[in-house]
């Protein structure tokens, strides 16, 4: 069984870096160590489209600067890191990294923003659950040394049903009409997972999303990401056993559905998860009021 880590974020009051102080112990609890000889680093963060982290559904760019200082103290100073995400149906990195703090973040930190659609790429053939899918790979994420997955709880459509550490990977895939993939989503997530294999899964739900979102302050982490989607679901009222795409991904040797949790009681957190689905109308309307007040073809989403 992997195992799977949940931790709280502490009180300002008890510290003076909260988040790194709960990203540390989620690393400790599942007892991973950085490499000290690794030098060029992936970071994948949720960034699925133009909300801010405020709103539960983006990773938060507090979140990303305070892995990376966590990377520079533990591996080196100067170790090469690169922020990535791809484009989508609906959502353009260059308007994203800027809109959502990431622009800012690579600035004060150092560290690049990759357009994974504008990446160089090799084409890779990978059998899943008795298909044949053909994906390109971006090069950033075959050279990287360490890969790290963020990503963050939240309800989805049928029959996939939650998104979260498998569901992120989703977003590597350079294609940017993404939609054509829809009707086999599930099989989809499980071959890019295969294709790409990250090393590290994280999950910043400091927010939870929701017409009104909710504070969690949950920090999760896991080595396996199939595992932390069986927690996570449970976290967000789910049961897993009904979910396909996870059975998928550990029949095709992605991870385990079985795990061990390490930290704070899952039901701690279960009861701050709103019950509901309800971020998916939140997600219309928004979409719609954007549109209205003529913000919509500049965002990509007309």
Known sequence: MSLVSLVKIPNHNNTDHPLKQALTQSLNLINYTFDRSIRKIVIKPNLCYYWDATTGQTTSPHFVSTLIDLIRTQIHPEADITIVES????????????????????????????????????????????????????????EAELKINIAHIKYTVEPIKLTCALKNIFGCN????????????????????????????????????????????????????????????????????????????????????????????????RELYPKAPINMKFKKQLKKTLVTVGLGKRMGLV
């Open 87 to 142: 484009d989508a149906s609906a959502m353009r990195c260059k308007y994203a990294f800027k809109m959502l703090g990431y622009t800012k973040l690579a600035e004060e930190k150092q560290v690049r923003l990759v357009n994974l659609t504008e990446d160089q790429t090799t084409n890779r053939r990978i059998r899943c659950n008795g298909n044949t899918y053909n994906f390109m790979v971006p090069k950033t994420i075959q």
């Open 174 to 269: 350079p294609t940017q009409k993404k939609a054509k993939y829809h009707s086999d989503l599930g099989n989809v997530i499980v071959a890019l997972n295969k294709a790409m294999p990250f090393n590290l899964a994280l999950v910043d739900n400091t927010i939870a999303t929701g017409v009104q979102p909710r504070r969690m302050d949950l920090v999760m982490a896991s080595q396996d990401p199939v595992a932390l989607d069986c927690a996570a679901a449970k976290i967000a009222w789910l049961n897993p056993a009904k979910i396909a795409y996870f059975r998928t991904a550990e029949q095709e040797g992605v991870g385990k559905r079985t795990y061990i949790l390490r930290g704070e009681s899952l039901e701690t957190f």
